[in-house]
């Protein structure tokens, strides 16, 4: 019975993720978000292509609070700041809650907010704990548009940590949809 239930929600959120093609890719003001369900105290450096040519990162996380800096060439030049918390649920898989804001700054500027699941499983084998995961989420979003009016956007990110004996963990994240974060990696240090 575990398993049907486990199966019939991994294919519910998939299938949701992939019905979230809203939303114009110039409005993005959110970088992929890289938050698997399992809370951690890291520090890490990402790089992706979203929301424009490249986004270069620092994310800390001290358990279930985030804060995140970073560089955006989306055109123009962009500082990104934003923060995040992600509270883990009780459920036979690996689910939190996770909320977050970010903001770009410059001559565009952009603002978001954003609450939803993350949703996966935690693997160990020895060297090496692998959590693939699904995040989907509802957005607020007053992006880099001309318009200054807020809209909401549905995001969703496949992701996948791998964290190493060494204290290591690489994050792959890549985005669902139109309106979604676009492909983003990373390399975190847990602490």
Not at 27 to 51: C, E, K, R
Not at 89 to 114: E, K, M, N, R, Y
């Amino acid at each position: 019975m575990r398993a049907v239930t486990r199966t019939w929600m991994m294919r519910a959120a998939v299938a949701g993720a992939l019905a979230m093609g809203a939303g114009a890719a110039e409005a993005q003001v959110f970088t992929p978000s890289y938050q698997a369900p399992v809370v951690m105290n890291d520090l890490g450096i990402y790089l992706s292509d979203a929301p424009g040519d490249l986004a270069v990162e620092g994310i800390w996380r001290g358990g279930p609070v985030g804060l995140r800096v970073g560089f955006v060439d989306a055109g123009d030049d962009l500082l990104s700041l934003g923060g995040e918390v992600r509270v883990p649920v009780s459920a036979p898989i690996a689910v939190a809650f996770t909320a977050g804001a970010q903001g770009l700054i410059g001559d565009l500027d952009g603002i978001g907010v954003q609450a939803g699941l993350s949703i996966g499983q935690r693997f160990v084998n020895p060297g090496v704990a692998l959590t693939p995961y699904i995040h989907p989420r509802i957005a607020l979003i007053d992006g880099l548009a001309v318009d200054d009016e807020f809209g909401a956007e549905l995001l969703a990110d496949l992701g996948l940590d791998a964290e190493f004996a060494s204290n290591l963990i690489l994050r792959i994240s890549v985005g669902l949809g139109a309106g979604s974060p676009g492909v983003g990696i990373g390399l975190a240090w847990r602490r």
